[in-house]
């Protein structure tokens, strides 16, 4: 098991930002966010694998930016221009081999999650 700590989530207005961050007590190859909205099902944001390989989903492209800091083993996600349904719990995920998927079957550790409330 690899702990993973979210940090970062809050309440804010429309068109604000926010920066997530996901901690983990090691090096991992592939990490994502997911969030998941009352009542809905767990969907992929972004992923990065490898040293900085990126991919989005696409109602976050060009809004939501995904990074890497190898060396203190932690992954961010910057939020801009947020949407009322962009709320959420969101959550960090991280898989030691499968790089370049949103299937949240595909990774396996897991964060507690942190809140994201944007309101109109």
């Known amino acids: 098991q690899v702990p993973l700590v979210e940090s970062g989530g809050g309440s804010v207005q429309a068109g604000e930002s926010l920066r997530l961050s996901c901690a983990a007590s090691?090096?991992?190859?592939?990490m994502a966010w997911f969030r998941q909205a009352p009542g809905k099902e767990r969907e992929g944001v972004a992923g990065?694998?490898?040293?900085?390989?990126?991919y989005y989903a696409d109602s976050v492209k060009g809004r939501f930016t995904i990074s890497r800091d190898n060396a203190q083993n932690t992954v961010y996600l910057q939020m801009s221009s947020l949407r009322p349904e962009d709320t959420g719990m969101y959550y960090c995920?991280?898989?030691?081999?499968?790089?370049?998927?949103?299937?949240?079957?595909?990774?396996?550790?897991w964060g507690q999650g942190t809140q994201v409330t944007v309101s109109s």
């Open positions: 090691e090096y991992i190859y592939s």
């Open positions: 995920a991280a898989d030691r081999t499968r790089g370049g998927t949103l299937n949240v079957g595909a990774y396996s550790y």
């Open positions: 990065i694998y490898s040293r900085s390989t990126a």
